[in-house]
T-cell receptor, first 111, second 114 residues
Framework: DVKVTQSSRYLVKRTGEKVFLECVQD?????MFWYRQDPGLGLRLIYF???????EKGDIPEGYSVSREKKERFSLILESASTNQTSMYLC??????????FGQGTRLTVV | GENVEQHPSTLSVQEGDSAVIKCTYS??????FPWYKQELGKRPQLIID?????GEKKDQRIAVTLNKTAKHFSLHITETQPEDSAVYFC?????????????FGQGTTLQVKP
């Protein structure tokens, strides 16, 4: 069974805090993704990584950065959290061609 | 950049009827088109996918069609059941060399009324 695990299910952070969301996959997948899910807006791609230390911006990268030091781990960083970053964050991994598997999601609230 | 448009945003059908969800994509180099189902409170899961060298694919009550010329693809669910109620997402991926960015549509909330 493929497993994509996100470090937290729920997080509450204060405005201005630095926030780390961690994601680990156990299938040796090349691709890893971070999406943000908001009602009516679908799954919007924040960042994408296709190899260790390789990354590409998605549609909404502003206010976020990422790190992929090891193939199995992809971290999303909010340098200075703001209330408009309150959302559900979903991590996914996939082989180069094929099914993407999602983590359980992290619901982040910034107060 | 790549863009995927999905319609309708909500769809309500009677049990036993068919449901159709349509997506269009902007990147003509896209070559992989998966569909995901997300039940309430759960993570999205793949239900069917199609590659650009195929025009249609079927799996029991679910089928997907692809028109590369028009850059659109559709999900067809026949004989709908209440357990088909969920949010459905289409996606498109341009796989080139060692990259495969996956872009999703806005989602369709399907309600199947018993």
């Amino acid at each position: 069974d493929v497993k994509v695990t996100q470090s937290s299910r729920y997080l509450v952070k204060r405005t201005g805090e630095k926030v780390f969301l961690e994601c680990v996959q156990d299938m040796d997948h090349e691709n890893m993704f971070w999406y943000r899910q908001d009602p009516g807006l679908g799954l919007r791609l924040i960042y994408f990584s296709y190899d260790v230390k390789m990354k590409e911006k998605g549609d909404i990268p502003e206010g976020y950065s990422v790190s992929r030091e090891k193939k199995e781990r992809f971290s999303l960083i909010l340098e200075s959290a703001s209330t408009n970053q309150t959302s559900m964050y979903l991590c996914a991994s996939s082989p180069l061609i094929g099914e993407a598997f999602f983590g359980q999601g992290t619901r982040l609230t910034v107060v | 950049g790549e863009n995927v448009e999905q319609h309708p945003s909500t769809l309500s059908v009677q049990e036993g009827d068919s449901a159709v969800i349509k997506c269009t994509y902007s990147d003509s180099a896209s070559n992989y088109f998966p569909w995901y189902k997300q039940e309430l409170g759960k993570r999205p899961q793949l239900i069917i996918d199609i590659r650009s060298n195929v025009g249609e694919k079927k799996d029991q009550r679910i089928a997907v069609t692809l028109n590369k010329t028009a850059k659109h693809f559709s999900l067809h669910i026949t004989e709908t059941q209440p357990e088909d109620s969920a949010v459905y997402f289409c996606a498109a991926s341009h796989i080139s060399g060692n990259t495969g960015k996956l872009i999703f549509g806005q989602g369709t909330t399907l309600q199947v009324k018993p």
